[in-house]
């Protein structure tokens, strides 16, 4: 949704050409939300802190999460190592990160229902566990559309959200997924970057300086900027 509004904000107030490929993009997009929302599970679960101590060992998440530190320390490696900065590497460590915070975010928010209910369950030790999670992961990843695809894995395989659903919803599931990235890749994709040509900066008119030239950032100095000054008299303004 955010993608398509700033497409829809540089088009009507930065006065850009709106490409057949941003139509065909949001068409697709805005499909994949509709199936996303329309066969997502929805079974509402209020989740105690001995079934999330159970989920968190149980063996398909174990499987997932040897899986995905793996991936996160060889992409980790490749940025670092190899100084491979492709924007798909970052995108596909915060999606992994991403992931964890979908995990951490349903358990603390489902403990805390339930204590408001009467059920205490801020007294288990897992729930301060899924705190730090949430926490730690929410501070290296900011949203980016990767996080779609990686967000829904968790919810399947640590709440098994899917287990009870038809085929043909989880079908619909994953196709929505799909258009939704091709929707947003359509209109991301060759989009040419526009540089700035004035590479210096007008202050205008100063009051109290003499302005003789342009304004001239300058990296080796704490300042920003510097004034030619021509004679004793400016000194003494302020």
Request: hydrophobic letters at 50%; one cysteine or more; proline letters at 3%.
């Amino acid at each position: 949704i955010s993608i398509l509004g700033s497409a829809f904000i540089s088009v009507f107030f930065l006065k850009k050409t709106m490409r057949t490929a941003d139509i065909l993009g949001g068409t697709l997009a805005i499909t994949g939300i509709y199936l996303l929302v329309t066969f997502a599970p929805n079974v509402p679960q209020e989740l105690t802190a001995r079934q999330i101590q159970n989920y968190l060992v149980s063996w398909p998440f174990l499987v997932y999460s040897i899986l995905e530190i793996i991936i996160f320390c060889i992409l980790l490696y490749f940025y670092k190592r190899k100084a491979v900065k492709h924007i798909v590497v970052l995108l596909m460590m915060v999606a992994l990160l991403a992931s964890l915070t979908v995990i951490a975010v349903k358990a603390v928010s489902s403990m805390i229902t339930l204590s408001a209910k009467g059920n205490m369950q801020l007294t288990y030790s897992i729930f301060y566990i899924m705190i730090v999670l949430m926490a730690s992961s929410c501070a290296f990843q900011p949203v980016k559309i990767c996080n779609s695809c990686f967000c829904h894995i968790p919810g399947v395989i640590f709440y098994r959200e899917f287990q009870s659903a038809a085929l043909l919803s989880l079908f619909m599931f994953l196709f929505g997924c799909l258009l939704s990235f091709l929707g947003v890749f359509i209109i991301a994709r060759n989009k040419k970057e526009e540089h700035l040509q004035i590479h210096f900066i007008d202050c205008g008119h100063i009051p109290g300086q003499k302005l003789t030239g342009k304004i001239q950032p300058d990296c080796h100095s704490s300042c920003y900027g510097t004034l030619n000054k021509e004679d004793d008299s400016i000194k003494s303004q302020s």
